[in-house]
């Protein structure tokens, strides 16, 4: 299961990190971070669940989806 909201689309993000040596003196690049989005488990309209991100979950959208 790929970690992607399938209502929304919502997908991997990579990011730059810093660290607290960057803000105090000098230089110092820590690479970057890739970050995924808050899937949780949300039960179907049909009994049975899927995973949706949260923000989905709090619109309400899980229970919309109907599979045919």
Avoid at 11 to 23: A, E, K, L
Avoid at 36 to 50: E, F, K, T, V
């Amino acid at each position: 299961m790929a970690k992607v909201c399938p209502t929304c689309n919502k997908g991997t993000i990579i990011t730059g990190r810093y660290s607290n040596r960057v803000r105090a003196t000098k230089y110092n690049p820590t690479g970057m971070l890739r970050k995924y989005p808050n899937l949780q488990w949300a039960p179907l309209a049909d009994g049975s669940r899927i995973k949706i991100c949260t923000k989905c979950m709090k619109a309400g959208k899980h229970t919309e989806i109907r599979f045919v």
